[in-house]
């Protein structure tokens, strides 16, 4: 059955419907953010960085946790950090897709297929089924599908039902996610859309208009040379219809009417590819002409195009997520705008390419521009912009002063007026100009010093109004910030040489008195201090915190302020200012952090929200923060200006919490590990896991790296990485309490995601067999212990032995020691008795030999005494007898035998005692003899000696020898030695 749509308004009244429509939708619709199209902050995502082919014709942001796009190479997979090109079972190229948080309908080059992405698979690949041959079974062979839809979730929430609708040129139809398929339309089909009740076909001659529930409730035809590429119905008898070659076209109810507004003139030549709708804007892809936006379809702008930071001017599908911000396929890649991000580019200035430096917008709603080329001049927003000549970038700073725009650039300062630029300054580099408490003084801070200016109010050209009277004498260092502490006391700030306190003596225009304030006056080490002015104070941000003088001590002290509760005071920070509103802002080098302190006590928690400036990273630090009157506050990147959103920075605590989307076992070839209840279990041995993270979703795109840590290993956080593959190698068994954390900006930590990580002990760590163990342990212990007790006693009992005979050996050589000194004593006595014996021997032998001589003088001289007797007359014969009877009487030595005897006995103990006592038989002249004998005399020297004859001795000696009872073989002088 065919429906038709009734007269409903005029088409005149038309314009105006859509106006009070977007009157009231603006006026009831609460939006996530400023939806002015021209200000969305642009993250491209190009060839390079999405490892995919050029061609993206088909996006799914169904969720902001995985974005699929369709790609000439497969299907693109981004999981809020990076890229992955997912191969599809075919190898064919897909052309659509659409999803829901688990599952993925595919479509491509004659195929349809689901791609099941649920957590608990815990797998790294999902499971793809392919629903081509069911299909093919009920609407027969098909070509690509170009179009896939999926059902809104209000209506999967009553009927529990959750469907994707396709279509290809033969026909079209839906597949639920148990992959069962029915069809709605056959064809041929040209193309579909979807409208706010269900999804348009066209047909060869018709828009067939079908519910979500796959019922047909109207048709409308359609001319054969158009080709729906958008569909909106404003009531239920007007439609507006997007062509791809023949701009806007519009249905009254009975007949289609070309547009002629300058949107539907500009779309015929962009030629139209697709169709968002955020809120109350419409964004149009085009062919050629980037993306197009209106909120009536007669006014329009061309927001984004390859000029203004497309990727290409070659649109060909746009989709915006449930976090307000819009992805792009493209020509060339995927571009996101950023319409949640709280940074916005200032309309006009898209395609300005210079470095920011310093803007002023004044009441009347015009705005300076300064860049590190010139001036731009915009009369408004969005108006074109305009060189001012003859000021020389970089632009250091643009302020009203006494209703006079100054200018102060690196090579002077100056006042703009009625569009030209009037020097007052030209010899130096000017950083900014301050008011003194004497308002016809001015000072400049310069490259050199300060340089003192008179103001004079009844001026009526800038110059006459604006004198520079000179240089301060005395003071030569670059003053990039200024204070006054009071009439003639200056403050001047030096970022690497520190901070200066100036006497100055302003009628003689001279510096009377420099004090430096450096590293040793109490300023952190390295120097990087910038001045600032907070509250009624003043402050200096340092690589270290926050400083203030203390006058008491003439130091610089860390500021002691409630400040301190609310920032890390050992980061490095830039600036420091108060908001018109009275909020305090903070800024680093890559972020921004606001204290909304505004009618919030100073106990109170602030709740502090921050913005990253990693996209658009600043050239300077932050000299010209602008607050501007709507709240909005603009600062200079490296590519123009941004405007800074307050109500959309984030807050803090809202980082986004890292997902664990898979995680590999690098000991075992192509194996995925499943989580659950936030563990991990493994078996018993060393593991190496590698885990894949990805953050939350697009608002965070690029921008997160990661942390990780073991707790029970270290607690500090691994440095920062962007590489979302987290690899943990060296898992001994054990309990490992893994943490891992998204990391935003300088020092910006996220939410915490935990996981155990269970290895099993290996057998010989179970606790039953640690028991039986333990046991065995314990009797090998007691059986040891026993063995090692006898071992002990043996030894004992051998040590004891050991020292026993030792000790008898040592009493042994005492012993022997003994006896050898009393031996060697011995043998000394013996040697000194021998000694002794010898002289007295000696002595003997020569008493002896005494005797003898003595007895053998005498019988000589008897025998000449007989001799001459002869000779002599007898009267003299009587003489001669007297002589030799004195020689007889004198010659027999009696008297001199006892002292003899006493002598010999010396010599020869007890001798004469022995012999006398044993041969008690002897005579005198027998022992006188032995006595002789003794001392081994000759019988000559015996004879001579016993005044006897030779022959008498012999005769005395054998009659010894019986006396003795010797026998013939006994030697008599070897026996007589013997007693």
């Known amino acids: 059955m065919t429906y038709s749509i009734q007269p409903f308004l005029s088409l005149r009244l038309f314009p105006l419907i859509l106006l009070l429509f977007a009157v009231f939708f603006f006026g009831t619709n609460e939006c996530w953010a400023d939806t002015d199209a021209s ?13 995919g082919g050029t061609h993206c014709p088909y996006i799914s942001v169904n969720d902001p946790n995985r974005i699929a796009v369709a790609n000439n190479l497969g299907l693109l997979l981004f999981d809020g950090n990076e890229w992955s090109l997912l191969d599809l079972p075919n190898g064919a190229q897909s052309r659509s897709v659409a999803g829901f948080e688990d599952l993925l309908f595919c479509g491509g080059q004659n195929f ?5 992405f649920s957590d608990e698979l815990g797998i790294t690949r999902p499971i793809w089924t392919d629903c081509t041959a069911q299909i093919s079974a009920k609407s027969g062979p098909f070509d690509d599908v170009w179009r896939m839809f999926t059902s809104p979730a209000e209506l999967a929430a009553e009927t529990y039902e959750s469907f994707a609708v396709f279509s290809c040129s033969g026909f079209a139809g839906s597949l639920n996610r148990r992959g069962e ?20 076909f066209q047909s060869s001659e018709s828009i067939h208009f079908f519910d979500w529930n796959g019922s047909e409730i109207e048709r409308i035809p359609l001319q054969k040379d158009w080709k729906m590429e958008g569909i909106v119905r404003t009531s239920a008898n007007e439609v507006i219809l997007m062509t791809h070659a023949h701009g806007l076209q519009e249905w009254n109810g009975n007949a289609w009417n070309e547009s002629q507004t300058a949107l539907s003139k500009y779309l015929r030549e962009a030629r139209v590819n697709c169709i968002e709708k955020m809120k109350a804007t419409w964004f149009i892809g085009t062919s050629n002409g980037g993306i197009v936006s209106t909120i009536d379809f007669d006014r329009f702008q061309i927001p984004y195009a390859q000029e203004s930071g497309l990727i290409s001017n070659s649109v060909l599908d746009i989709k915006a997520d449930r976090t307000g911000n819009i992805w792009v396929g493209l020509e060339g890649g995927v571009d996101l705008l950023k319409y949640n991000w709280p940074q916005r580019t200032p309309s006009g200035l898209e395609e300005l390419k210079e470095a920011g430096h310093a803007s002023l917008h004044l009441s009347n709603g015009s705005r300076y521009w300064g860049t590190s080329q010139g001036v731009y001049f915009q009369s408004k927003s969005g108006a074109p912009l305009k060189i001012i000549s003859d000021i020389p970038g970089p632009i250091w700073s643009l302020s009203l002063r006494e209703n006079d725009v100054w200018v102060c650039h690196r090579s002077g300062a100056g006042v703009i007026s009625d569009g030209q630029f009037h020097s007052i300054i030209d010899e130096t580099g000017v950083w900014n100009i301050w008011p003194s408490s004497d308002p016809n003084i001015w000072y400049a801070g310069t490259y050199r010093g300060l340089i ?3 103001y ?14 000179g240089a301060m004498v005395g003071f030569e260092e670059s003053s990039r910030f200024l204070r006054e502490e009071s009439p003639g006391i200056w403050w001047v700030s030096h970022p690497y040489k520190g901070a200066f306190r100036l006497e100055l003596d302003e009628l003689n225009r001279s510096v009377s008195g420099t004090k430096t304030y450096d590293a040793s006056a109490g300023f952190p080490d390295p120097l990087q201090i910038n001045m600032c002015n907070l509250d009624t104070r003043m402050i200096f941000a340092t690589s270290k915190g926050f400083y203030q003088w203390d006058a008491a001590t003439d130091r610089m002290i860390p500021d002691g302020s409630a400040l301190s509760n609310w920032i890390d005071v050992d980061r ?28 919030v006590s100073m106990l109170d928690d602030p709740n502090p929200r921050f913005a990253s400036m990693g996209q658009n990273p600043v050239p300077t630090p932050f000299e010209a923060i602008e607050f501007l009157e709507n709240g909005l506050v603009c600062i200079p990147i490296e590519r123009g200006f941004t405007y800074l959103t307050p109500d959309l920075m984030h807050q803090v605590q809202s980082g986004p919490r890292v997902k664990i989307s898979h995680v590999n076992h690098l000991n075992v070839a192509k194996s995925q590990l499943s989580i659950e209840d936030e563990t991990i279990r493994l078996k018993a041995g060393v593991h190496a896991l590698e885990f894949k993270l990805s953050g939350l979703n697009s608002d965070w795109a690029g921008l997160i790296e990661y942390q990780w840590r073991i707790q029970n290993v270290a607690e500090q956080w691994s440095r920062p990485t962007s590489n979302s593959r987290i690899t943990l190698s060296g898992l001994q068994p054990g309990t490992h309490a893994v943490e891992f954390r998204a990391f935003i900006g300088e020092n910006m930590p ?13 057998w010989y760590q179970l606790i039953w067999v640690r028991i039986l163990g333990f046991f065995l342990s314990a009797s090998l212990i007691v059986v040891f212990f026993r063995r090692n007790q006898g071992i002990l006693e043996a030894k004992h009992l051998i040590q004891k032995q050991n020292e026993r005979d030792q000790r008898m050996k040592a009493e042994q050589a005492m012993k022997a020691s003994m006896e050898k000194t009393e031996m060697a004593l011995q043998a000394q006595k013996t040697a000194a008795k021998e000694h002794q014996l010898a002289a007295k021997n000696k002595e003997l032998a020569s008493a002896t030999m005494h005797l003898v001589q003595k007895a053998q003088l005498i019988q000589t001289i008897d025998g000449t005494l007989q001799s001459l007797k002869t000779k002599i007359p007898p009267q003299n014969q009587a003489e001669v007898d007297s002589l030799l009877n004195i020689i007889k009487d004198g010659g027999k030595l009696d008297d001199a035998w006892d002292d003899f005897t006493k002598q010999f006995d010396q010599v020869h103990v007890e001798f004469h005692q022995r012999i006398t006592t044993r041969y008690p038989q002897l005579t005198k002249t027998d022992f006188k003899l032995c006595t002789y004998l003794r001392m081994n005399l000759s019988s000559k020297e015996i004879a001579s000696l016993m005044f006897v004859s030779l022959r008498a001795v012999e005769v005395s000696r054998s009659r010894l020898r019986k006396r003795l009872g010797l026998s013939k073989s006994q030697n ?3 026996f007589i030695q013997n007693i």
């Not at 004079?456 to 009277?469: F, L, N």
């Not at 909020?583 to 890559?590: G, T």
């Open 452 to 454: 003192q200016i008179k």
């Open 112 to 116: 349809v297929g689901i791609l099941d």
């Open 572 to 599: 490095s920070y830039q600036r420091i200012y108060n908001s018109p509103s009275g909020n305090i802002w903070i800024f680093a080098d890559r972020s921004i952090r606001m204290l909304p302190l505004a009618g």
């Open 181 to 200: 398929y029915r069809e709605w339309l056959t064809g041929p089909i040209r193309n579909s859309t979807t409208w706010k009740e269900g999804v348009a």
């Open 39 to 51: 200000r969305a902050i642009i993250q491209h995502f190009d060839r390079k960085s999405i490892g």
């Open 972 to 974: 008599l002088i070897t």
């Open 456 to 469: 004079a109010p009844r001026g009526r050209h800038p110059k006459s109004r604006w004198q520079s009277i």
């Open 750 to 762: 996220c939410a915490v995601t935990p996981v155990t990580i269970f290895v099993s002990a290996y």
